[in-house]
């Protein structure tokens, strides 16, 4: 029989809570960082801090995290005398396995551990601090509602793909600007997300699109580019695995969506679980999921929108790629992650518009001044143009590839600040923003920027380059790659091998 806990759900909270603060400071990892890393929840500590309920199967994600960390300082802490099992194991249970503390291994040696690649945009405070002080988003959301002047939709719907829809404001602002010029015509958008805050903070900025566009629906997606397009795993174990959830809004108003938007949590908490590549670094999911969203009162109209499990065609009108990949990745792995999968669903006429950056501007100035070598950016819209006709051989003759001119490719965003900032003696928050937008962007490491910082250095540096130029701004590159409207059929070898509806329900 079970031992029943000695403590109430709040005491077992608590104690959670002082097990995770003890590891971070144990390990010197931020709580946003564990909470990702373990739970793939960013604001897990903050939640539980203010009295959010957490299930078993989350509790039990935790204490697994916690062990195996504390297995790669010491080996003989991974037996099977630690590892949680059944509910008779629950971790706030008398009769729960004892999982050591990590302060119980700080004293012995650590063990050498396999470091795996870093990933920059990881890094989610360097992240909200670059968008909240610079209108990147803004300049490439604007960008990307030019292209809709070359957009020619037929029914069903214009169909939309959205590349790494982040927070959702470049999306939110796309379709406002679609509803402006396609008033009546239905929607159908597909965004790809890996991370479960961006999600949140993306169906957060859904619920107008809704009210304003009725006839919209909105699919969010954590497959890879080479499967996202489709809605479909490109193998046929994870497509029966495909975690399909439709949500149905009801009501008539944005206040009544955004509640009911909120209210599917947990179903992206289960969705959006990841783990971490060990090749590459990069988070891969665990489960693929799809979310599709719409009106129940325009379920009649939207009836040949809204996606079937694996009878996506792709065919859209138009794609946005802004910022996709890390700089410093070779034209070949871009091309043939990115940029060919997303090519390859382009409907006739399609446009797809990719956004990077391109530095020859005052942030990379500051970087320079620190790092005279440094050089990230060494990847041009040309070469990839070059590299992605070849990757698609033959069939690059439907495609139109447009570089452009630097005058109208060249996309310059600032960072924003008062008049008066920029004076003789710069505000420290100024400066720090500055130097936080610099390095995010050239995308440098935290172990390299630690010396800089110790020093002091960036901040004469930062003062000099904002007072040199009375502010600070930086540049993306832009390229389009289109479809040609007499252009033949993909035909099969353009799509993902992914089993037909029947293969899956079988």
Same mark, same amino acid.
């Given at each position: 029989?079970?031992?029943?806990?000695?403590?109430?759900?709040?005491?077992?909270?608590?104690?959670?809570?002082?097990?995770?603060?003890?590891? !971070?400071?144990?390990?010197?990892?931020?709580?946003?960082?564990?909470?990702?890393?373990?739970?793939?929840?960013?604001?897990?500590?903050?939640?539980?801090?203010?009295?959010?309920?957490?299930?078993?199967?989350?509790?039990?994600?935790?204490?697994?995290?916690?062990?195996?960390?504390?297995?790669?300082?010491?080996?003989?802490?991974?037996?099977?005398?630690?590892? #949680?099992?059944?509910?008779?194991?629950?971790?706030?249970?008398?009769?729960?396995?004892?999982?050591?503390?990590?302060?119980?291994?700080?004293?012995?040696?650590?063990?050498?551990?396999?470091?795996?690649?870093?990933?920059?945009?990881?890094?989610?405070?360097?992240?909200?601090?670059?968008?909240?002080?610079?209108?990147?988003?803004?300049?490439?959301?604007?960008? #990307?509602?030019?292209?809709?002047?070359?957009?020619?939709?037929?029914?069903?719907?214009?169909?939309?793909?959205?590349?790494?829809?982040?927070?959702?404001?470049?999306?939110?602002?796309?379709?406002?600007?679609?509803?402006?010029?396609?008033?009546?015509?239905?929607? %159908?958008?597909?965004?790809?997300?890996?991370?479960?805050?961006?999600?949140?903070?993306?169906?957060?900025?859904?619920?107008?699109? %809704?009210?304003?566009?009725?006839?919209?629906?909105? !699919?969010?997606?954590?497959?890879?580019?080479?499967?996202?397009?489709?809605?479909?795993?490109?193998?046929?174990?994870?497509?029966?695995?495909?975690?399909?959830?439709?949500?149905?809004?009801?009501?008539?108003?944005?206040?009544?969506?955004?509640?009911?938007?909120?209210?599917?949590?947990?179903?992206?908490?289960?969705?959006?679980?990841?783990?971490?590549?060990?090749?590459?670094?990069?988070?891969?999911?665990?489960?693929?999921?799809?979310?599709?969203?719409?009106?129940?009162?325009?379920?009649?109209?939207?009836?040949?929108?809204?996606?079937?499990?694996?009878?996506?065609?792709?065919?859209?009108?138009?794609?946005? #790629?802004?910022?996709?990949?890390?700089?410093?990745?070779?034209?070949?792995?871009?091309?043939?992650?990115?940029?060919?999968?997303?090519?390859?669903?382009?409907?006739?006429?399609?446009?797809?518009?990719?956004?990077?950056?391109?530095?020859?501007?005052?942030?990379?100035?500051?970087?320079?001044?620190?790092?005279?070598?440094?050089?990230?950016?060494?990847?041009?819209?040309?070469?990839?143009?070059?590299?992605?006709?070849?990757?698609?051989?033959?069939?690059?003759?439907?495609?139109?590839?447009?570089?452009?001119?630097?005058?109208?490719?060249?996309?310059?965003?600032?960072?924003?600040?008062?008049?008066?900032?920029?004076?003789?003696?710069?505000?420290?928050?100024?400066?720090?923003?500055?130097?936080?937008?610099?390095?995010?962007?050239?995308?440098?490491?935290?172990?390299?920027?630690?010396?800089?910082? #110790?020093?002091?250095?960036?901040?004469?540096?930062?003062?000099?380059?904002?007072?040199?130029?009375?502010?600070?701004?930086?540049?993306?590159?832009?390229?389009?790659?289109?479809?040609?409207?007499?252009?033949?059929?993909?035909?099969?070898?353009?799509?993902?091998?992914?089993?037909?509806?029947?293969?899956?329900?079988?």
């Amino acid at each position: 029989m079970q031992t029943q806990p000695s403590s109430g759900p709040q005491d077992s909270i608590r104690s959670l809570l002082t097990d995770i603060e003890n590891f !971070c400071r144990s390990y010197d990892m931020a709580e946003t960082t564990f909470g990702r890393q373990a739970v793939n929840d960013g604001k897990l500590c903050q939640r539980l801090r203010t009295g959010k309920g957490i299930t078993v199967n989350t509790v039990y994600k935790i204490q697994d995290f916690i062990r195996k960390k504390n297995a790669l300082s010491n080996p003989l802490l991974l037996t099977p005398d630690t590892t #949680a099992t059944s509910d008779s194991a629950h971790p706030y249970s008398k009769t729960a396995k004892t999982v050591a503390s990590p302060r119980s291994t700080l004293n012995s040696e650590p063990a050498p551990a396999k470091r795996r690649p870093f990933r920059f945009y990881d890094n989610r405070q360097k992240y909200l601090g670059f968008v909240n002080t610079c209108d990147e988003k803004w300049k490439v959301a604007e960008r #990307a509602a030019h292209e809709l002047s070359h957009v020619q939709p037929v029914p069903p719907a214009l169909r939309i793909f959205d590349a790494g829809v982040g927070d959702g404001s470049v999306l939110s602002y796309l379709l406002r600007a679609t509803h402006q010029k396609f008033p009546t015509i239905p929607f %159908f958008v597909v965004g790809k997300e890996i991370s479960l805050e961006d999600v949140r903070l993306c169906l957060d900025n859904l619920p107008d699109r %809704f009210a304003e566009h009725p006839a919209s629906v909105i !699919c969010i997606t954590n497959l890879f580019y080479s499967e996202a397009p489709w809605l479909m795993p490109g193998n046929m174990a994870a497509a029966a695995a495909l975690n399909w959830h439709e949500v149905s809004l009801q009501g008539s108003s944005a206040q009544e969506y955004g509640e009911q938007l909120q209210a599917i949590d947990d179903i992206l908490v289960d969705g959006w679980e990841v783990k971490v590549s060990e090749k590459t670094g990069n988070p891969r999911y665990v489960r693929p999921s799809v979310l599709v969203i719409f009106r129940e009162d325009n379920r009649f109209l939207l009836d040949s929108v809204i996606p079937r499990r694996g009878q996506v065609c792709g065919d859209y009108d138009l794609i946005l #790629a802004a910022q996709p990949w890390r700089a410093r990745m070779s034209a070949r792995f871009k091309v043939e992650k990115v940029l060919a999968p997303l090519v390859r669903s382009l409907g006739p006429g399609g446009r797809l518009l990719a956004v990077q950056s391109a530095g020859n501007d005052p942030g990379m100035e500051l970087v320079n001044l620190i790092w005279p070598d440094e050089n990230p950016f060494q990847v041009s819209r040309h070469d990839l143009l070059k590299a992605l006709k070849n990757k698609l051989g033959r069939a690059a003759s439907n495609y139109n590839f447009n570089a452009g001119s630097d005058n109208k490719s060249i996309i310059k965003y600032e960072m924003k600040t008062l008049p008066t900032e920029i004076a003789d003696s710069i505000g420290t928050s100024t400066l720090f923003a500055a130097w936080n937008a610099s390095t995010y962007v050239a995308q440098i490491e935290d172990d390299r920027l630690q010396p800089a910082v #110790a020093s002091g250095a960036y901040l004469e540096a930062t003062e000099k380059v904002l007072q040199k130029h009375n502010g600070i701004w930086f540049h993306d590159e832009t390229f389009v790659v289109s479809r040609r409207r007499n252009s033949i059929a993909h035909g099969s070898s353009h799509t993902p091998t992914v089993p037909n509806h029947a293969q899956v329900a079988k």
